[in-house]
């Protein structure tokens, strides 16, 4: 598989396990010996973080949101189901 196929796999069916992972990879334009280890995690999922407000919270949901699949989200719904995690 090319290397640009296998990362985009990883951050697609990755980037929401609670494990830090990471993909190493070449800086654009470097040469091999330039490789870099590129993180595809979120090192904290922001509906799992203390924020300070809910506005706060919200604002924070839509980046996610917008840097996820490229769309501000009209609203949210907070769930909260401890028998599924």
Not at 7 to 27: G, H, K, M
Not at 28 to 48: C, F, K, M, N, Q
Not at 52 to 80: H, K, M, V
Request: glycine share 4%; with cysteine.
């Amino acid at each position: 598989m090319a290397h640009d196929t296998v990362l985009a796999l990883a951050t697609e069916y990755a980037s929401l396990l609670p494990f830090d992972i990471a993909v190493r990879t070449q800086l654009e334009g470097s040469d091999a010996s330039d490789d870099v280890w590129r993180r595809i995690t979120e090192p904290e999922l922001p509906w799992r973080i203390k924020h300070p407000s809910p506005a706060a919270r919200q604002r924070a949901l839509n980046e996610y949101c917008e840097r996820t699949f490229g769309f501000t989200p009209l609203g949210s719904i907070n769930l909260d189901l401890p028998v599924a995690g």
